[in-house]
């Protein structure tokens, strides 16, 4: 990627924002950790390590993360997400919004539990307005295993229903070690939002710690 | 499997059910295609060659063949799904009954589209009743691989509300070459089923002919 966009990451102190947040640090982006507490979020952003020659990471409200993050990334729990949403609502129009959130209601969180409207991606488009490029990833990747340097055995279902957006967030994903793959219309999210309740599921029932998703059959990449 | 029991594929002269046939009469399995035209079922069953010693594959209509199975598997069309399971309802009653719809409505079968009720397996269910012990899996294998003498790339994910049917439906996935998992209760079959239009748009997309799944991080099998 020639030139990395500010990336905003709301909710940016949970597992997988810190997860994720740690990687694009590594990986040269310029990042703003958003949290409700601007302060937790700056702290947050103190404990990452930059590479030499890289911006400091920052940390914010959420609020201030999206008004300045030319990306946005959703990584709020499911309960919280749509409080937050309407917090950042101002300041997405025009730009790509990654929603990373699963439908997860604890607790039985290896239960699909999907929301009315289908799925987590669809109550965050309609929750942002079509101003917000909504794409959806992310979902299946286990969160501690984005903080450690090992490579990960799991691929990125991207959904989204702009073809341009979903290429951006597959190089995305690219630049932090993971295969991106093109799944289709935003809707199609409901696949991938479900199958984390199914491998939350494999996790216990097969006492392992971090269960993925490989898509056969792709030769590309 | 130390004691196989008969099959009946219901629907089983299409793409998937004769897969899945070809297989598991290669695997010594006793099977009846049944079909909602018998002598069509017994055309389609005339067709697959059975090893050695091992039983004669018979056609019938789809009630005989429900009949007359100690195991189903029900290999239908979406559109067709209610319809057919009217036909069957009353011979299932004790019996494990193996569902591999998946709510694909043409012409955008790469577009998930759920059932109101929440997944295809749900529908199945509450159609038999409750008296059939209703495990969903086989959603994501390609038809087309199950025809070929190759291994095949893809795990079955086996969704059902009984573990010791779900571990059963796990060993029959075993005797034709695939790897199943447990994956909870019967509505995370949403998972699976939604996947099902993920993968053929990513056929599309990549213009491959037979992308399929595997779950990494589990060490057993």
Known sequence: MASKPVLAIIGGTGALGSGLAHRFVAAGFPIIIGSRNAEKGREAASRLVAPTGSVTPLGASNEDAA??????????????????????????????????????RPPKVARVQLPREGCAALVTQGRLGPGARVVSAFHNVAAHK??????????????????????????????????????????????????TSVLIGINRAYKVDGAGLRITGVIEQ
């Open 67 to 104: 008004r300045a993050g030319e990306v946005i990334l959703i990584t709020v729990p499911w309960v919280s997400q749509s409080g937050i949403l309407d917090t950042i609502q101002a300041f997405v129009d025009g730009k790509l919004v990654v929603d990373t959130t699963v439908p997860l």
């Open 146 to 195: 984005l903080k450690s340097p090992n490579s990960i055995d799991c691929d990125v279902l991207v959904f989204g229903d702009d073809a341009k957006d979903r290429e951006f967030v597959i190089a995305l994903a690219k630049e932090i070690g993971l295969r991106g793959l093109h799944a289709g219309p935003l809707g199609n999210s409901v696949a991938a939002e479900a199958l």
